[in-house]
Nanobody
Framework: QVQLVESGGGLVQPGGSLRLSCAASGIIFRLYHMNWYRQAPGEQRELVATITSGYTTNYADSVKGRFTISRDNAKNTVYLRLNSLKPEDTAVYYC????????????WGQGTQVTVSS
């Protein structure tokens, strides 16, 4: 079965940093694009960052220059480094994988809470 297991969330002060991890199993990891989404209370889920199977990256304007997505295919893991955190970054962050060869075939992690507060 497919599993995406997330870790690294927590409570930090404004200006602080976190690194989120998502470990995948049950898929040929190198053939999937990987994404991070987030969802704040009362808001729709937002695409935050993407890294393709070819290591191309893209970011939402709200996090560009502060967040960095990366992947380690040997460990079947995707990371999101969150720097210079702001209160508006508070949300549940979700890992997502999308097949490069099968339309509509994607999977989701359980989510991890990030809270930015003084």
């Amino acid at each position: 079965q497919v599993q995406l297991v997330e870790s690294g969330g927590g409570l930090v002060q404004p200006g602080g940093s976190l690194r989120l991890s998502c470990a995948a199993s049950g898929i040929i990891f190198r053939l999937y694009h990987m994404n991070w989404y987030r969802q704040a209370p009362g808001e729709q889920r937002e695409l935050v960052a993407t890294i393709t199977s070819g290591y191309t990256t893209n970011y939402a304007d709200s996090v560009k220059g502060r967040f960095t997505i990366s992947r380690d295919n040997a460990k079947n893991t995707v990371y999101l480094r969150l720097n210079s955190l702001k209160p508006e970054d508070t949300a549940v962050y979700y890992c997502n994988s999308k097949s490069t060869v099968a339309s509509g075939l994607d999977y989701w992690g359980q989510g991890t809470q990030v809270t930015v507060s003084s």
